[in-house]
């Protein structure tokens, strides 16, 4: 059993940043890439970010792009989301996810998810 493990998550302010990691308990290249989503309440979960595990190509949702980034790193097994210039739109419970491009669906791991909450 895959495990993901979030971390980060906090409160606060407006235009305040803060950086989330997973860390995963095997070796990421095992996925084709590993993505962040996050849900608010009454929220579906929506797609923040997915990057291959073969390069350094990545996606944003439209709405976090030029102020998130995520990044990783191979031999820790861990992925990365910085956040900047936050605001209180992106306030949500934050996953980490294996199976992002949903690919293969046997491979599709959650993390426990880890809260963002940013106050106005």
């Known amino acids: 059993q895959v495990q993901l493990v979030e971390s980060g998550g906090a409160l606060v302010q407006l235009g305040g940043s803060l950086r989330l990691t997973c860390v995963v308990s095997?070796?990421?290249?095992?996925?084709?890439?590993m993505g962040w989503f996050r849900q608010a309440p009454g929220d579906q979960r929506e797609l923040v970010a997915r990057?291959?595990?073969?390069?350094?190509?990545?996606e944003y949702a439209e709405s976090v792009k030029g102020r998130f980034t995520m990044s990783r790193d191979d031999a820790k097994n861990t992925v990365f989301l910085q956040m900047d210039n936050l605001k209180p739109e992106d306030t949500a419970v934050y996953y980490c996810?294996?199976?992002?491009?949903?690919?293969?669906?046997?491979?599709?791991?959650w993390g426990q998810g880890t809260q963002v909450t940013v106050s106005s």
């Open positions: 095997e070796k990421m290249s095992r996925f084709y890439a």
């Open positions: 990057m291959s595990t073969r390069s350094t190509y990545t």
């Open positions: 996810n294996t199976n992002p491009y949903e690919v293969k669906l046997e491979d599709t791991y």
